[in-house]
């Protein structure tokens, strides 16, 4: 009976672990690349990635599914908005998939995006970079 009793109390700590908000900044920064994630609790996000002094950006709206994924679905853009934002390139992947490891820290495929206090990739095609 105490292991069962001690194997429900490990399962509630993981549960609760990864149900801790996700909500703030996230970001990987390399040499080469650079991906910056904002994570609002209205269940918006601002999701930009920068590669060779390229610089992509996407806005929307982000879910997380039974599995722990996140997802991040970027609100389509006319034609009139890319031109008038066209500082930030429109990216083209509409749709992100992201593990949820723990409230500090997601993945993308194999990278690993850690929660900070302030990303120097976060840009918003609407409004600018953000500080």
């Given at each position: ?39 609002n609790?209205?269940?918006t996000?601002?999701f ?5 002094g ?18 991040l ?51 918003s095609?609407?409004r600018?970079?953000?500080?």
């Amino acid at each position: 009976m105490k292991k069962y009793l001690m194997i429900f109390i490990l399962i509630l700590v993981f549960m609760s672990a990864k149900s801790q908000d996700i909500f703030g900044l996230y970001s990987i920064k390399t040499k080469y690349f650079c991906y910056g994630l904002q994570l609002n609790q209205d269940s918006t996000f601002i999701f930009t990635e920068r590669f060779k002094g390229d610089l992509v950006a996407c806005e929307g709206k982000w879910k997380i599914n039974d599995n722990w994924l996140l997802i991040l679905e970027c609100e389509e853009e006319t034609i009139t908005s890319r031109i008038a934002f066209n500082t930030v390139n429109y990216m083209c992947e509409r749709i992100w998939d992201l593990e949820v490891v723990n409230h500090k820290e997601l993945r993308l495929g194999t990278l690993s995006l850690k929660k900070v206090k302030k990303c120097d990739c976060l840009y918003s095609r609407k409004r600018g970079k953000l500080e």
